[in-house]
């Protein structure tokens, strides 16, 4: 089993940055991906972007160019950079972790970014 803890979310303004971080622990050799969704309200959950093992990287369109992944896997953290923050960013960001055989089981508890003025 996997336990995955997120901290760095808050309230920030528009055009201001934040950054995610998640902590795996437990069976962590069994991850292979691991990446943020997000959940705005009223609105269905978005895969935000994630990361491989091996360093292979996706970002979801909206994000891209704003936001960056990273992932050290000597402290078994990764972590999600926010810059250039809009309101429609706000959202519940969680992380979660897949393992080799692409089965995304674990999930955080999630955190709040709200972006607002």
């Known amino acids: 089993q996997v336990h995955l803890v997120e901290s760095g979310g808050g309230l920030v303004q528009p055009g201001g940055s934040l950054r995610l971080s998640c902590a795996a622990s437990g069976s962590i050799f069994t991850i292979n991906s691991m990446g943020w969704y997000r959940q705005a309200p009223g609105r269905e959950r978005e895969l935000i972007s994630a990361?491989?093992?091996?360093?292979?990287?996706d970002y979801q369109d909206s994000v891209r160019g704003r936001f960056t992944i990273s992932r050290d896997n000597t402290k078994n953290m990764v972590y999600l950079q926010m810059n250039n923050l809009k309101p429609e960013d706000t959202a519940v960001y969680t992380c979660?972790?897949?393992?080799?055989?692409?089965?995304?089981?674990?999930w955080g508890q999630g955190t709040q970014v709200t972006v607002s003025s």
């Open positions: 979660f972790s897949c393992d080799l055989e692409g089965r995304c089981v674990y």
């Open positions: 990361v491989t093992k091996d360093g292979k990287i």
